[in-house]
């Protein structure tokens, strides 16, 4: 199974971006889909995830300004990204934690936030 990440690109400060990300295939005892992000010189850091039911988690960074969705029966999840700083600027990864300790990571995609 795949993960394909799309979404990113070139926004001003204050602009919006939805990330989405699908796996290519079903994936058994899937558990969390999460969004992480990394930036130049940094480690990579969760920024959101979402459990099967629906119950979301942000990181302090994101709360108030991102949303974390998703479509379980598509194997989908998006992340809407409002009000971006350029703080927000880093290749977003999408990952899909299941049971046994899997995980699906997707390629990442760029988010860059500049005027």
């Known amino acids: 199974v795949q993960l394909q990440a799309s979404g990113g690109g070139l926004v001003q400060p204050g602009g919006s971006l939805k990330l989405s990300c699908a796996a290519s295939?079903?994936?058994?005892?899937?558990?969390?889909m999460a969004w992480y992000r990394q930036a130049p010189g940094s480690q990579r850091d969760l920024v959101a995830q979402i459990t099967v039911d629906g119950d979301p988690y942000y990181a302090d960074s994101a709360k108030g300004r991102f949303t974390i969705s998703s479509d379980v029966a598509k194997d989908t999840v998006y992340l809407q990204m409002n009000s971006l700083k350029p703080d927000d600027t880093a290749v977003y990864y999408c990952?899909?934690?299941?049971?046994?300790?899997?995980?699906?990571w997707g390629q990442g995609t760029q988010v860059t936030v500049s005027s």
């Open positions: 295939g079903s994936i058994s005892g899937l558990l969390i």
């Open positions: 990952a899909f934690h299941a049971r046994l300790s899997r995980t699906y």
